[in-house]
């Protein structure tokens, strides 16, 4: 079947308002995709924070950030993350304090210390063993604020093995350790949080 366009009348009111109808519902579902990008981002910079800056900064692209933080989202919804027992908790903020007696003479051996205690509760917790990206960024998850601090203690704990971190920064290191190690063990609180706002 052949449209031939020369018998169409454009000036028709009828051609003219369908048009202009397909033209607005065209308008409109685009507002509603941009707006709704635009919320799905705000979400996910509110939930992420300066994570989600240096996503950004890392993909190149806030499509590929996003997508990126929605798995992170996405893994450990998988996971089977969960509070301590009330023995694990005891355990655990005993060996902590052991360790930051020991920050006083040993600066250096705490802070590695601190690392690994708090490697340990995380895979107490839930989170899979593995290397520190991943367990920054799965950390990220509920505790967006607390990964930049955690990052850096663990950049000082590298450094220090290397004997290259100054004492001071081994002491920033070892509050940064604390404040998060604090949160993981009252997690369920941020858990929930974190639930009501996804």
């Known amino acids: 079947m052949n449209f031939d366009v020369s018998t169409f009348n454009f ?27 635009k919320k799905k981002t705000e979400r996910l910079r509110s939930r992420f924070g300066p994570e989600y800056d240096l996503a950004l900064r890392e993909s190149g692209s806030r499509k590929k950030a996003e997508e990126a933080l929605h798995g992170r989202v996405q893994r450990i919804e998988q996971m089977k993350i969960h ?26 051996g705490a802070v590695t210390e601190a690392d690994e205690l708090v490697n340990s509760l995380l895979v107490s917790r839930g989170y899979p063993a593995g290397g520190f990206d991943q367990r920054a960024a799965d950390v990220s998850v509920h505790h967006s604020t607390l990964v930049g601090p955690y990052r850096q203690a663990n950049a000082i704990a590298l450094r220090a093995g290397r004997n290259e971190a100054t004492t001071e920064e081994l002491r920033t290191a070892m509050i940064q350790y604390r404040t998060l190690f604090d949160a993981l063990l009252n997690a369920n609180a941020t858990v929930e949080q974190h639930r009501n706002v996804a």
């Open 11 to 37: 000036s028709n009111p009828a051609f003219i308002v369908g048009v202009v109808v397909v033209v607005v519902l065209i308008a409109v579902a685009i507002a509603v995709i941009v707006n709704a990008q």
């Open 83 to 108: 509070d301590l027992s009330l023995v694990e908790r005891d355990r655990y903020v005993a060996e902590w304090e052991t360790v930051q007696s020991r920050f006083i003479d040993h600066p250096r």
